[in-house]
């Protein structure tokens, strides 16, 4: 019969529970979201000033009805991108986006049926380019003084579909009639296929 030195055994225990906490991790559920206090959080946190009182978007800052996927807004809410400041666990929690991300959700618009469209990554490369979106945005969306940062997407291809369509700020909107919806999906995906910035926190320069 074969016996496990005291080290194999230590080693064995430590496997075993690194992968119950990795199981454990991945199977924790996400935070349930309050509509009501997410609409109260939205407000006293000052995100209606620039997103509109039901994130529809405002010459500050774009639409954000129907927001991303819970996750993804709370990654751009703590390390966000362009002129929109960090916003620190002690101003608004993990919880405290879950129910904004609620609220988001009840007040977006109904779906349209261009949303289940599927992109195709290199033809939106190429329409990218020659309908000149990187003359503001950057080669690959990464943003430029006159533009933000729209590679990869923070918000749902809904509402960057619907921005598009109708901007604000000094973006010119673009009918269906100058580019179809298949046509933004396929942008859309291309820009998805970047992976997102470093968090500024892994940049030694930035520590100086």
Do not use: W
Not at 35 to 42: C, E, I, L, S
Not at 60 to 88: D, N, S
């Amino acid at each position: 019969m074969r016996y496990l030195t005291p080290l194999a055994i230590a080693f064995t225990l430590l496997v075993a529970c690194s992968c119950t906490e990795a199981q454990s991790a991945a199977t924790k559920p996400k935070p349930a979201g309050n509509a009501d206090n997410g609409k109260r959080v939205f407000a006293s946190a000052g995100c209606t000033a620039c997103h509109g009182a039901q994130g529809q978007g405002t010459s500050l800052a774009p639409q954000i009805a129907p927001p991303p996927e819970l996750p993804a807004l709370i990654g751009y809410v703590r390390q966000p991108t362009g002129k929109m400041p960090p916003v620190p666990v002690a101003t608004a929690s993990d919880q405290d986006i879950a129910d904004i991300f609620a609220f988001l959700k009840s007040v977006a618009p109904a779906p349209t049926a261009g949303e289940s469209l599927t992109g195709n990554a290199d033809n939106g490369k190429r329409l990218f380019a020659s309908y000149g979106c990187y003359e503001c945005h950057g080669r690959q969306g990464a943003g430029a003084a006159i533009a933000p940062r729209v590679g990869p997407p923070a918000i749902s291809f809904a509402a960057f579909l619907r921005y598009v369509r109708t901007p604000t700020g000094q973006m010119p909107p673009y009918t269906a009639k100058v580019v179809s919806d298949q046509d933004l999906a396929d942008i859309y995906t291309f820009l998805k296929s970047f992976p997102p910035p470093a968090p500024a926190s892994s940049i030694p320069l930035l520590k100086q």
